[in-house]
C-alpha cells in the first residue's frame, strides 16, 4: 500500500500553527523507560517531540516520510534526522530505549509498523502514541467548529482521520503493561491564528486542490464575529498509550 503523505503542501504552516505537547504528557512517559541512551521519534514532522526527546537521551533518531517536514524541524546536535516510512527503516535491531509516535499512528499499516518496532526496540524498550482530538473553544464557537469537521470537510477527511475521535480504539496495541492517560494543551490564539490553523488540516488541502478554494473561508466571518477582538483560550484534548515491548 502506498504510504500517505498529507502535509507536504503545507509544512511551512504546520510548523507554525500546530501545537505542541505539555509537559506533564512528558512528566507521566518518562519514568516507565528503563534507559536514556536512544530513542526513535517516528513520523516527527517538524521534530517538536524530538527536541524534548533531545534533553533526555543520548541520541535521538527522528523519521518522516515528508522531507519537506524536516526541512522545517528542530535542529539539535543529538538529533538524526532521516527520512523513513514508519513500516520500514535501516535502523539496527535491538537498538532504542523509547520509541514515540505523535498524532500520526493511525496513518500507519499497524501490524507492519508494529512489526518494526519489536525489531528495533530493545528488549523492555516502551513504545508511546498519542494524539490530540478537535479542538474546543466556547459553546458559541464550537458548533460551527463541530459542522464544520464533520460535514463540510467530512469527504475530504482519509478514512485514517476517524481513529482520532476514538482514541486509537481500533488501531491494535499488542504490547505489555500498557498505560493511558489524558492531558489538555491550552493556547491564546486570535482568530486569525486559529483561521491559520484549520488551514493545516489534511481535509482543508485536500479541499483546495479538489475545488481550487480555501475551505476555511466558508466559515471564517462567522468565526471571526464570534471570536470577537484579542485572544481566546483554546483547548485541545490529548490521549495517550504507552506500552512495553517484550
Not at 67 to 88: C, F, G, K, M, W
Not at 169 to 178: E, K, L, Q, S, W
Not at 187 to 204: H, I
Not at 213 to 219: G, M, P, S
Request: charged share 20%.
Amino acid at each position: 500500500m502506498p504510504a500517505l503523505d498529507r502535509f507536504s503542501a503545507q509544512a511551512a504552516d504546520y510548523a507554525r500553527y500546530r501545537i505542541d505537547y505539555p509537559g506533564a504528557l512528558y512528566d507521566w512517559l518518562l519514568p516507565q523507560v528503563p534507559g536514556r541512551e536512544r530513542a526513535w521519534d517516528c513520523a516527527t514532522g517538524n521534530g517538536q517531540v524530538a527536541a524534548v526527546l533531545a534533553d533526555y537521551f543520548i541520541r535521538v533518531d527522528a523519521t518522516d516520510l515528508s522531507a519537506s517536514q524536516l526541512v522545517q524541524a528542530t535542529a539539535r546536535p543529538n538529533i538524526h534526522y532521516q527520512t523513513a516510512r514508519a513500516e520500514h527503516t535501516l535502523f539496527p535491531d535491538q537498538r532504542y530505549d523509547l520509541i514515540t509516535v505523535a498524532q500520526a499512528v493511525h496513518w500507519f499499516e499497524p501490524e507492519a509498523y508494529h512489526r518494526e518496532v519489536r525489531r528495533v526496540a530493545l528488549p523492555g524498550a516502551v513504545l508511546a502514541e498519542w494524539g490530540y482530538g478537535l479542538v474546543q473553544i466556547n459553546p458559541d464557537i464550537d458548533p460551527v467548529v463541530q459542522h464544520f469537521y464533520r460535514d463540510t470537510m467530512g469527504p475530504y477527511w482519509d478514512a485514517n482521520r476517524w481513529h482520532i475521535d476514538d482514541e486509537f480504539a481500533r488501531i491494535p496495541f499488542p504490547f505489555a503493561n500498557v498505560q493511558r492517560a489524558h492531558f489538555a494543551v491550552r493556547r491564546q490564539w486570535s482568530a486569525e491564528w486559529f483561521l491559520q490553523y484549520l488551514r493545516t488540516w489534511s481535509s482543508v488541502v485536500k479541499y483546495q486542490q479538489a475545488r481550487g478554494k480555501d475551505a476555511v473561508a466558508l466559515i471564517a466571518a462567522a468565526v471571526t464575529t464570534l471570536w470577537g477582538e484579542g485572544e481566546r483560550e483554546v483547548t485541545f484534548p490529548v490521549f495517550a498509550r504507552a506500552g512495553r515491548v517484550e
